[in-house]
């Protein structure tokens, strides 16, 4: 399928410290497609070949309001010829679906990409892998193909695992990569060489991120970080933004 004949990232050199002896890439896979960037693209190629393999015709997927994953979700289902159904945390976004899309870019683009959406209670989001929700939602959408939150599952892994190439594994001491569910950094983990050592950065407030992981792989090539620094997940702060800023500004 067209969409999943990516080429590999290119490694953009960030910055060199003490002369040379260490020297920061970047993997871009955000610059892999422009509406399905990145890791969101690895971990749904093996999702959606199984969905087609099934002769299914829809995904539905479940997410925040500024979810990533549901932004990418429908996209590569419009791409591939998928209808596409969101079941999103938060009831009350669709007691005014115009003003919901008016005030939201992840959920319009989403909307114009043909998704539908069904907004949810935030304790009936919490259920939302319990029977009885499963059951409503066969009820109500008849057959479609059932991808978690954040798109983590052993396919998405199985796609996660080929963001690292050859020369990558060869090249670099450690690779850092950012964690919501985990799913990306369990494939760099799966397939890093056996020097290599994974440092992971949570995005969430807890400490379950290193259990989320190992439901993915027997390696223990890695090392989580949760400390949060920026007050959690989808927060922002002036201090963030200084922080992003001036990353940013020494990369290019
Ligand atoms: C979704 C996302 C992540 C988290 O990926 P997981 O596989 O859920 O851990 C990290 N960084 C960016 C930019 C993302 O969009």
């Known amino acids: 399928m067209k969409l999943f004949n990516v080429k590999n990232a290119v490694n953009q050199r960030y910055r060199e410290f ?3 002896a260490i020297i920061v890439d970047i993997k871009r896979e955000d610059l892999l497609h422009t509406q ?8 749904l190629k093996y999702n959606i070949l199984a969905a087609q393999r099934l002769g299914l015709d829809t995904l539905l997927t479940y997410g925040g309001a500024f979810s990533n994953h549901i932004a990418a979700t429908a996209a590569a289902g419009n ?3 998928f209808k596409t159904i969101g079941v999103i945390r938060g009831e009350e976004l669709g007691h005014d679906l115009e003003k919901t ?12 990409l043909g998704m539908q959406f069904k907004f949810v209670s935030r304790s009936a989001y ?8 499963q059951f409503a939602l066969k009820k109500e959408f008849n057959s479609f193909y059932n991808i978690p939150e954040g ?3 052993d396919l998405a892994v199985k796609g996660t695992e080929e963001i690292l190439t050859i020369k990558d594994k060869d090249y670099y001491d450690y690779i850092c990569v950012a964690a919501g569910t985990g799913g990306t950094a369990a494939g760099i983990i799966n397939s890093a060489a056996p020097h290599q050592k994974v440092l992971v950065f949570s ?9 989320e992981i190992a439901q993915y792989t027997d390696r223990e090539n890695f090392m989580v970080f949760d400390e949060n620094r920026f007050d959690g997940y989808a927060k922002s702060s002036d201090g963030l933004i200084k922080f992003m800023n001036g990353r940013f500004r020494e990369s290019v």
């Open 18 to 20: 003490n002369d040379g």
């Open 203 to 211: 995005a969430l407030k807890g400490d379950f991120m290193f259990d």
């Open 36 to 43: 399905v960037s990145g890791n969101k693209l690895r971990k």
């Open 151 to 153: 798109g983590t599952n």
């Open 126 to 133: 919490r259920d939302k892998y319990e029977d009885f929700f």
């Open 79 to 81: 791409i591939c010829g």
């Open 101 to 112: 899309l008016a005030g939201n870019k992840t959920l319009n683009a989403a909307h114009a």
